[in-house]
């Protein structure tokens, strides 16, 4: 089986060297818990690496993206140039306000079907290899109902299996849930789920990683200590734990 190198320091080698290539993995966790930074870190990487990649956002607009991650050393904006990422504004639409986007949906609202066509003239055009989806709760507002969301979810990574891509979605779960993913639903369906954590102790923060399950993989088990810097995330071992 053939591994996608997330670069993402010190998480590659807790998953035998990568994500097994052509799935689907969430990663999941609260707000601020360092989702989109991780799963933008996949893809610049990537990029970088030569495999082009695709950002699907649902939740904040691409220009607030493109600001963002300029913290962490990632332009965006260049790396579209030169045709290895393409950002689909999936944002604007719900709101009826038309995109400036080159990937967008027209401002008569939210359309699944003509958000995957979108998404798939991206994946051709640069010939994606790597897939982000931020994130399935922005995803499941444009629905009536939780059957409704997980069809979407489940068509969306038949869709996204069949184009070879390797794909994150990011999901958003209640620190004192069970489920590790919003619908219940994206868990079973996903071929693994890493799982980030925040708690504030005190006047410490304390971020942790773990992964919940990765088909394919004897991966590690451990809470993880995690940091999130001026170049993105980084995983620390265990026992490194008290040299942080
Ligand atoms: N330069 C930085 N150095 C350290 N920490 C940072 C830096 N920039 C952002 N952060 C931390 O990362 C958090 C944001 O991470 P990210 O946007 O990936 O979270 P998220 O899980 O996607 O959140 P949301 O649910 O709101 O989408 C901030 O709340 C902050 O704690
Ligand atoms: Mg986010």
Not at 60 to 66: A, D, N, V
Not at 185 to 192: H, I, S
Not at 196 to 218: C, P, V, W
């Amino acid at each position: 089986m053939n591994r996608v190198k997330t670069g993402i320091s010190g998480f590659d080698e807790l998953v035998e060297g990568g994500l097994p290539e052509g799935r689907s993995f969430l990663v999941s966790g609260g707000t601020g818990t360092g989702k989109t930074i991780f799963a933008t870190g996949f893809l610049v990487n990537g990029a970088l690496a030569g495999e082009p990649g695709v950002y699907l956002t649902l939740d904040e607009r691409p220009e607030l993206i493109r600001e963002d991650m300029l913290r962490f050393g990632w332009n965006l904006r260049k790396l579209e140039d030169e045709g290895v990422l393409k950002i689909v504004d999936g944002t604007m639409a719900k709101l009826g306000i038309p995109s400036d986007e080159e990937f967008s949906l027209p401002a008569t609202g939210f359309d699944l079907d003509k958000l995957l066509l979108e998404l798939m003239r991206a994946i051709k055009k640069i010939k994606a290899k790597r897939v982000v989806i931020d994130s399935i709760p922005a995803l499941g507002l444009n629905f009536e109902s939780e059957h409704e969301i997980r069809k979407a979810v489940l068509k969306m990574i038949y869709l996204l299996a069949r184009a070879g891509v390797t794909t994150v979605f990011t999901t958003e779960i209640n620190e004192d849930s069970k489920q590790l993913g919003k619908y219940g639903v994206e868990e079973f369906v996903a071929d693994g789920v890493i799982v980030l954590h925040y708690m504030g102790l005190g006047t410490q923060s304390n971020r942790t990683l773990h992964i919940r399950k990765m088909r394919a993989t004897k991966h590690s088990e451990d809470l993880h200590p995690m940091q999130i810097t001026d170049s993105g995330i980084k995983v620390k071992k265990v026992e490194d734990d008290y040299n942080l």
